[in-house]
């Protein structure tokens, strides 16, 4: 009983500290700094347990850090995928990098990418007018946001939520504090400390993290990546920003 309250309180702690980072914001970014170090953390991890690295996964590490096209964020994707792919691939609480088969494909990729693409239109149809026009921007403002985003607030923090409770998220309070690390945080990134934040504003940006959140949790890396990848793909395209 007692080691289930200090996981849990150990998850409480890590949700207090994200928050933390957020409201520092306006002073400047630390989360590429928390990033990093938690990815150091669970490569320590991982060697002190003699959990050998594969070499396909720093691969897939370093192809990822290089789509980021994000020279902040790089390092964090390359090291933090490593790391985290090594906690979930000795975990029975892991995140899967694919899709099992054509029918997660459809229920978590193409029913929400389709829901939250309208979605997304229709709230920027309330102050953007439509200016629709391929743009090269579509496709790296896209790989900017969908990697780092994917990968770092919710891949890898899983991670360390796993290696927290020591790969025992058993009771329902520890499920909702991971669900909330994974979708709290990164829901707020998109609106900085001190700025004026509408309640439909963060309604609209729940439900874009609950859903992203469920993909991966439900299916695999991959598919979170790519349906916020159209999301914004979609944005920029329709709308221009």
């Not at 702690?13 to 400047?28: D, E, V």
């Not at 390092?75 to 892991?94: E, M, P, R, T």
């Not at 149809?125 to 770092?152: C, D, H, K, Y």
């Amino acid at each position: 009983m007692r080691e289930k309250s200090c996981m849990t309180r150990n998850l409480i702690f890590l949700f207090i500290g994200l928050l933390l980072i957020y409201m520092l914001q306006k002073n400047g970014n630390f989360f590429p700094v928390f990033f990093l170090i938690s990815s150091l953390f669970l490569i320590y991890r991982n060697r002190k347990e003699k959990r050998k690295v594969d070499k396909i996964d720093v691969l897939i590490g370093i192809l990822l850090a290089i789509l980021s096209l994000n020279p902040i964020y790089a390092i964090c994707i390359g090291l933090g995928y490593v790391g985290a792919k090594q906690v979930f691939d000795n975990s029975s609480y892991k995140i899967n990098l694919f899709p099992k088969d054509k029918k997660e494909v459809i229920f978590y990729g193409i029913i929400p990418a389709t829901f939250l693409i309208l979605l997304n239109t229709i709230w920027f149809l309330q102050t953007v007018s439509i200016n629709v026009g391929f743009r090269l921007e579509a496709i790296t403002g896209s790989l900017i946001a969908s990697i780092p985003e994917e990968l770092l607030y919710r891949y890898l923090v899983f991670a360390l939520c796993v290696i927290l409770c020591n790969n025992q998220i058993r009771t329902k309070s520890q499920k909702f504090l991971c669900y909330l690390i994974l979708i709290v945080p990164h829901v707020l990134m998109h609106f900085p400390a001190g700025v004026d934040i509408s309640f439909i504003d963060v309604v609209l940006m729940s439900i874009f993290g609950i859903i992203l959140t469920r993909i991966q949790m439900k299916s695999s890396l991959l598919l979170a990546i790519i349906v916020h990848f159209l999301i914004d793909f979609f944005r920029i395209i329709i709308f221009g920003v």
